[in-house]
């Protein structure tokens, strides 16, 4: 039979497992759309081109699918790109799918017409621009296959509405063949077992922790290793629900806003084992100051980010979830070895333990004040243990990540490469449609909520019951710190002048708003939003220069902290 | 140090910009770059010429293999090749210089390839260092313009390299 290019192109998205798809309809799509109106596909239309590629993307990342996105040529394609590069800098599964001027126009400025296999290419791990109804079907079938596989990413179709309505006959292709692109899974078993003898060799070892643990869904693997070698673990921003953070081993998050201890233990480290992180600027401070104790094994399934910001001693380039059980494998063979270790390391431990009781996580407590880390911590105690938290960016993010005892995997959302504000709200909205019953809380600031606030539509329409916490403290909040910290306090542009009636913003789009604004209602607030069925706005008005501590100032050692009085 | 690589690639639509865009996005520097098909219509060669560290190099490699679109990777550092520029030089000739001019291309083994009453054209074809030697000395004649199509190579020996 023959379809349409619009209809090759939901039957292939149904043939690759694709229910639910983000967008927003235009002129250039507008024969997708009318073909989705009959399709078992369901479609979520976010209120913002971008914000249904954070939806996309926060779907993607709770589940591990691939998320999938439609927007219109030319302003609606180009919305999608900060979503994109936020993707891609994190590693997400994307499949973007864009509508393009007719071909012939293709290059003519015509109306609408963005090129976006230009502006995307270097944010996408591939993008594809359909020239013949022939190509489409298989050009999905590589764009899901580049998308999930590897090191994954955003991939996008540029989608030309003439091909859209060409009918050409439909069949899905079995198999991906692309000559140029074979990712490696399999760990070489010999530069395994090196890595295994130099674990045991070590007097300090220290993991380090990123967000391919929870990209590859290692994590189990990554506890035996961490429990059979009595290794301390350190987590990177996009791994801290990677690793549970309340097992005795953990150090929490490194580098700028980094604990004391696992700043301290990646600085004394003898061994550094990198497992799908790769040595981010926020990570390593200055480069030269980092971890240079230490040899380094490092893992990783892309072979780019090995030897990319720091020399290594032994790469390992493979799939963690591969590599990580080998090495388990042959670590377990050794028992006596694994003993010896564990003794000839307790003194390593010991020094941890000093320095986690030295300087623990902490802020100081306040009965006058709302303390945003108290807000945190209260949320983490009355949500359940697979909540799914996503943050914006700024200080609230870092709270979140420095005080939300995080225990299973891709329970945190969070733009970590791109650092985008706006993301978590979108983001929240694409877990709650993945996952309609369980909690989904955004943590949020005031700024970054203003960046995607129209997403609260999306939220009363789809009666999606997302929780939001704004920790308002009318300041770009991390902008301000930096202002306060070096640049002597000249808060130029940082101050959100104009107060934001946040209850009544959310009552205005049928979502309910509450507002905290003494410690005694933090709690009350908290509860009751999470009794109220449908969307949930919460105000909390915060400390207003409360500042994030640790904090390793730019260009400065990760050891060399200003740290909280 | 310089180094010269030749790359594989699929004979699609925007692939040139692929490489040269990865080049200029991650801050890498191209000397010359040349592309044509090669015997399979559906897969381009690439040589560039390019310089950097060890690492610098490293990444280009691997940056360079992580694209889709490349099929193989080869930097012939080390290796043992043969390396070919083609350029064309339009110099002044005139009364006195017209036969300077011709016994300069003869001992380059250039060759004329068009004339007026006031220029030559040069083709010449060789590494480029030879290239450079002719026109250090077609200089002081007055060169009105110059082309040259960037190095190409291929490994020595019987073994051809294929995707």
């Known amino acids: ?565 | 140090m310089k180094h010269t690589i030749s790359v594989l690639v699929e004979n699609e639509f925007g692939v040139l910009s692929r490489i040269s865009g990865l080049f200029s996005g991650r801050g890498f520097n191209i000397e010359s770059l040349s592309v044509a098909p090669t015997l399979e219509p559906n897969i381009s060669r690439m040589t560039l010429v390019t310089r950097g560290d060890d690492r610098i190099l490293e990444q280009i490699n691997k940056q360079l293999n992580k694209l889709i679109s490349t099929i193989k990777v080869i930097d012939f550092t080390g290796e043992e090749y043969v390396e070919r520029e083609l350029a064309l030089i339009k110099v002044n000739a005139e009364a006195d210089s017209r036969a300077e001019a011709l016994r300069i291309v003869d001992i380059f083994r250039a060759n004329v390839v068009d004339v007026t009453p006031k220029s030559y054209t040069i083709q010449i074809t060789g590494a480029p260092a030879k290239i450079d030697g002719l026109v250090e000395l077609l200089r002081p004649m007055g060169i009105k313009e110059i082309v040259r199509s960037g190095p190409v190579v291929m490994g020595r020996g019987a073994k051809g390299v294929s995707a």
């Open chain 1, 1 to 565: 039979m023959e379809l349409t290019g619009s209809q090759i192109l939901l039957e292939s998205l149904q043939k690759e497992g694709v229910d639910t798809v983000f967008g927003y309809p235009g002129g250039a799509v507008i024969n997708i759309y009318d073909d989705l109106f009959d399709s078992p596909i369901e479609h979520v239309l976010t209120r913002h081109e971008q914000a249904a590629v954070h939806a996309a993307d926060g779907y993607a990342r709770c589940t591990g699918k691939v998320g999938v996105v439609v927007a219109t040529s030319g302003p609606g394609a180009t919305n999608t790109v900060t979503g994109i590069a936020t993707a891609y800098m994190d590693s997400i599964p994307l499949v973007v799918i864009t509508g393009q001027v007719p071909t012939p126009l293709i290059g003519n400025d015509a109306f609408q017409e963005a090129d976006m296999c230009g502006i995307t290419r270097p944010c996408t791990k591939h993008n594809f621009l359909v020239q013949d109804i022939r190509d489409l079907a298989r050009t999905i079938k590589e764009a899901f296959y580049i998308a999930r596989t590897g090191r994954p990413g955003p991939v996008l179709i540029d989608f030309p509405k003439d091909i859209q309505v060409t009918k050409h006959k439909f069949k899905y292709p079995e198999k991906v063949n692309l000559r140029g692109y074979k990712p490696t899974y399999a760990g070489n078993k010999r530069q395994i077992s090196k890595a295994g003898k130099m674990i045991l060799e070590a007097k300090r070892p220290v993991l380090y922790v990123g967000g391919g643990i929870n990209l590859s869904a290692a994590n189990e693997e990554l506890v035996k290793l961490a429990e059979m070698t009595q290794t301390p673990v350190t987590t990177t921003l996009m791994a801290m629900s990677g690793f549970p953070q309340s097992h005795p081993l953990a150090l929490g998050m490194l580098g700028m806003h980094g604990t004391f201890y696992a700043n301290m233990s990646v600085t004394e480290c003898d061994l550094l084992i990198a497992v799908g992180a790769r040595f981010d600027d926020r990570v390593t401070g200055r480069i030269d100051a980092f971890a240079k104790k230490a040899k380094v094994i490092h893992i990783d399934v892309d072979p780019t980010s090995i030897k990319k910001n720091v020399a290594v001693d032994l790469p390992i380039v493979g799939d963690l979830k591969d590599v990580l059980t080998k090495m388990v494998e042959q670590l377990a063979e050794k028992p006596d070895e694994l003993q010896k270790l564990v003794e000839k390391t307790s003194d390593w431990r010991a020094t941890v333990d000093e320095w986690k009781k030295s300087h623990p996580m902490a802020y100081q407590a306040s009965d006058s004040v709302i303390k945003p880390q108290f807000v945190i911590e209260k949320i983490r105690e009355l949500t359940a243990d697979d909540a799914i938290i996503t943050t914006e960016v700024g200080q609230h993010q870092m709270w979140t990540a420095q005080f939300f005892q995080f225990s299973q995997p891709r329970t945190f959302l969070t733009s970590g490469g791109l650092g985008t504000m706006g993301y978590g709200l979108p983001a929240a909205l694409g877990a709650q449609v993945a996952y309609p019953e369980r909690q989904v809380v955004d943590i949020s600031g005031d700024g970054s909520f203003q960046m995607n606030s129209q997403e609260l539509a999306t939220l009363v329409q789809y009666r999606l019951p997302v929780k939001i916490a704004i920790l308002n403290n009318n300041f770009l909040g991390m902008v301000r710190q930096w202002q306060q910290m070096f640049f002597d306090k000249r808060y130029s542009q940082t101050c959100m002048e104009l107060p934001i009636d946040f209850v009544k913003l959310a009552e205005a789009y049928g979502a309910t708003g509450l507002q905290a604004t003494s410690v005694a209602d933090v709690e009350k607030t908290i509860k009751k939003a999470l009794e109220t069925p449908g969307p949930v706005l919460m105000e909390f008005k915060v400390a207003r220069e409360e500042n994030v501590l640790p904090m390793v100032p730019a260009g400065k050692g990760i050891h060399e902290m200003v740290l909280a009085s």
